[in-house]
């Protein structure tokens, strides 16, 4: 069931951008996200994904719709359209293609890892973006650098640390561990240039499509540099051994990069840290004695 201002105003919405007339027949939960009810509006012109939430959510949404068009007008990878972004009394919701998942396709990990190179080979000439975005519920600063490194401890490290400060999750141990890591950064992580990334590549941000392809969802873009983006695949688990040897027979990677993975993720475990508590302090305390 929708919040009931929310129909009509779809209804009006989506017949004006399809230009005949829409009747909604069902909505069905769809399962698997973290922060936005998901549904999948059935209508007599076929089925479009619908996620929504409380009005305060808006900019989130409108970040995500600029983030799936910047990913899809990569043309690398298939990505759901958005119709689009508004709001509704106290809601406010996104409106997209439905992913109709197909069957798995025997080359699926394969082509995804050579298509993620692909998408990795738009650049830029700095890191960072035009706008700042969300990663979850929380913030993403896109500040511009000139440099990964800068950008890597301020937009990223160090916008968390200061965040998990403030809501009282950090000890002066945990600050001392990432100033000796921060001194260290240059001499660990070696020089890629900007890559658009989808920037939340975990198993669950991507679909099959209808065509046995991957379809990636849910993003936090920017220009970063690539082994964050792998890094984060193996986040929880990882994803199968030919979608990493595709990816670098594709566009190989510098030597070490399956080391420094947890260097990488703690930007995400420094996210998890922020969003659901201390149970994340533990990696992140391995990790820093690892490499400060
Ligand atoms: P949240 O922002 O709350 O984490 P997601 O964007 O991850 O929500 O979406 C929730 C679930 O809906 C995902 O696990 C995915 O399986 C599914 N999903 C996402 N986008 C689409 C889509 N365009 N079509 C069909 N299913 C989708």
Request: aromatic residues 12%.
């Amino acid at each position: 069931m929708l919040p009931g201002h929310l129909e009509p105003t779809l209804v009006d919405l989506l017949g004006k951008i399809l230009g005949r007339s829409v009747s909604i027949l069902k909505c069905s939960p769809v399962r698997g996200g973290c922060i936005h009810h998901a549904t999948e509006l059935k209508t007599g012109q076929g089925s479009f994904f619908l996620k929504y939430n409380r009005i305060e959510e808006l900019a989130n949404f409108q970040a995500e719709a600029r983030g799936l068009r910047l990913l899809e007008s990569a043309g690398a990878l298939k990505v759901p359209q958005v119709l689009l972004v508004s709001d509704s009394g106290s809601h406010a919701f996104i409106l997209m293609e439905f992913i109709l998942p197909g069957p798995h396709s025997d080359d699926f990990w394969t082509t995804f890892g050579h298509s993620l190179a692909n998408l990795h080979w738009n650049t830029s000439s700095r890191y960072g973006l035009d706008h700042d975005n969300f990663i979850g519920r929380l913030s993403q600063s896109n500040t511009w650098h000139n440099n990964w490194i800068s950008f890597f401890i301020e937009e990223r490290m160090g916008a968390q640390l200061k965040l998990a400060k403030q809501k009282g999750l950090t000890s002066s141990n945990l600050h001392t561990a990432f100033e000796a890591l921060f001194k260290r950064l240059p001499n660990l992580i070696p020089d890629e240039p900007p890559s658009l990334l989808h920037g939340d590549l975990w198993s669950g941000n991507f679909l099959v499509g209808p065509k046995g392809e991957a379809c990636i969802v849910d993003p936090a873009v920017y220009y970063g540099h690539r082994e964050a983006e792998l890094a984060f695949t193996r986040l929880f688990g990882g994803f199968e051994p030919q979608f990493y040897s595709s990816y670098m027979n594709a566009w190989p990677l510098k030597e070490g990069w399956e080391e420094r993975v947890g260097l990488f993720n703690l930007y995400p475990l420094m996210v998890h840290l922020n969003l659901f508590g201390k149970g994340y302090l533990r990696e992140i305390y391995d990790i820093l004695s690892k490499f400060s």
